[in-house]
């Protein structure tokens, strides 16, 4: 396998959107992203926003996989809402590239260009989702208090949070991010 990994660019709406459906995992859930509309907060006008970052990447002619982070703000949170000042990520890799690196190469990179204006970066994932073992292994903690219940599609979700390395000090206040406890009131923006 030879995957090579690009910027994500606001051109690309396409990827981002073939890329969501894959990390919500509509597929298994027979849904599909107009059944869902609420997702779309996490791809549509990406790249408009300077604070909009992503990578994804090729094998051969296929899209393999894609990472992407968007700032949300506390009237219109994502899923992994932490603050205003931690951007969340989307990750999805198509299955018939999984468990061959991919994803942890657009993560390890994806951190690189992150850290440049984040301290930090959270996400949502599904507590069944095996990839909680890919995002344990690259630093992510549990956010305390973060579980909750997925109306959707009946399974309970965690937020989890990533310190990034070398990342330029945006906050006043220090968080620790095993420490972080979830406001009810920041914890998403549509019911779960």
Request: glycine share 6%; with cysteine; aromatic share 10%.
């Amino acid at each position: 396998m030879n995957a090579q990994l690009f910027f994500l660019r606001s051109s690309e709406q396409r990827i981002t959107t073939n890329i969501l459906k894959v990390a919500a995992r509509l597929e298994e859930d027979n849904l599909t992203l107009e059944e869902v509309p609420h997702l779309r907060i996490y791809d549509t006008f990406y790249g408009l926003s300077e604070n909009d970052i992503g990578l994804y990447a090729m094998v051969g002619a296929d899209v393999a996989g894609a990472g992407w982070v968007r700032l949300f703000t506390e009237d219109k949170p994502g899923y992994g809402f932490v603050d205003a000042q931690t951007p969340e990520l989307v990750l999805g890799v198509k299955e018939a590239f999984r468990n061959q690196g991919i994803a942890t190469m657009i993560m390890q990179q994806l951190f690189e260009e992150v850290s440049r204006s984040f301290k930090q970066i959270s996400l949502c994932v599904r507590t069944t989702n095996p990839v909680i073992a890919l995002y344990e292994r690259l630093g992510f903690i549990k956010v305390e208090g973060s579980d909750r219940y997925n109306e959707l599609n009946n399974t309970s979700v965690i937020t989890m949070l990533k310190i990034l390395e070398n990342a330029p000090e945006v906050y006043d206040d220090k968080k620790d991010a095993a420490s972080i406890a979830l406001d009810k009131s920041t914890r998403g923006y549509y019911d779960l």
